[in-house]
Nanobody
Framework: QVQLVESGGGLVQAGGSLRLSCAAS????????MGWYRQAPGKQRDLVAR???????NYADSVRGRFTISRDNAKNTVSLEMNSLKPDDTAVYYC????????????????WGQGTQVTVSS
């Protein structure tokens, strides 16, 4: 059983910074993409950033230049450094792992973390 556990959320003033971390645990052979999504109250869950196994990263337009995603393949972790935070960044942030395999010939599955709250005050 694969689990994703997030940490690092909290309350910060506008202009401040936070770092989110996510660790995937369990029997893991490889993970294709790891990323972060967020969901504000009454809104859909949207992609914030994701990074491939080879380190290629994609960002939502709203966070590009302010957020940086990184991953450690050996530790199965992904982090999101968030700078110049705005009130509009307030949301529950979810870690996502896509294409998780427990062995080379096993099927690939996707997993979600439980979410961590980020609140940016004005």
């Amino acid at each position: 059983q694969v689990q994703l556990v997030e940490s690092g959320g909290g309350l910060v003033q506008a202009g401040g910074s936070l770092r989110l971390s996510c660790a995937a645990s369990g029997r893991i052979f490889s993970i294709n993409y790891m990323g972060w999504y967020r969901q504000a109250p009454g809104k859909q869950r949207d992609l914030v950033a994701r990074i491939s196994r080879d380190g290629s990263a994609n960002y939502a337009d709203s966070v590009r230049g302010r957020f940086t995603i990184s991953r450690d393949n050996a530790k199965n972790t992904v982090s999101l450094e968030m700078n110049s935070l705005k009130p509009d960044d307030t949301a529950v942030y979810y870690c996502n792992a896509v294409g998780v395999k427990v062995s080379p010939l096993a099927g690939a599955y996707d997993y979600w973390g439980q979410g961590t709250q980020v609140t940016v005050s004005s």
